[in-house]
Nanobody, 127 residues
Framework: QLQLVESGGGLVQPGGSLRLSCAAS????????IGWFRQAPGKEREGVSCISSSGGSTKHADSVKGRFFISRDNAKNTVYLQMNSLKPEDTAVYYC????????????????????WGQGTQVTVSS
């Protein structure tokens, strides 16, 4: 059973940066695509960024392109989300999720495609 734990959230001023981490245990991440999602109060959970199992392919939502960057270190069983130029509308609970993909270069921002989820970490962007 794959378990995911997010960390790195917090309170940051507009224009600031945060780096979220998604640490996996139970199974190696080598054959899993990983996605980051977020959910603001009263809104649906939306896909933010995702990365293929090898790290060779990434995808970002239009709202975060050029500001958020996703990476992974399979040796550490960890995926990162670097968030720059943060805006108040980025405020949400951020979740990481894993989708088994084998060696295929899969990237998807559809939450229905993912099998395992973390508990989330709060990100608040406010002055």
């Amino acid at each position: 059973q794959l378990q995911l734990v997010e960390s790195g959230g917090g309170l940051v001023q507009p224009g600031g940066s945060l780096r979220l981490s998604c640490a996996a245990s139970g199974l190696p991440l080598d054959y899993y695509a990983i996605g980051w999602f977020r959910q603001a109060p009263g809104k649906e959970r939306e896909g933010v960024s995702c990365i293929s199992s090898s790290g060779g392919s990434t995808k970002h939502a239009d709202s975060v392109k050029g500001r958020f960057f996703i990476s992974r270190d399979n040796a550490k069983n960890t995926v990162y989300l670097q968030m720059n130029s943060l805006k108040p509308e980025d405020t949400a609970v951020y979740y990481c999720a894993a989708k088994f993909s084998g060696p295929m270069e899969v990237t998807t921002l559809s939450r229905l495609e993912y099998d395992y989820w973390g508990q989330g970490t709060q990100v608040t962007v406010s002055s």
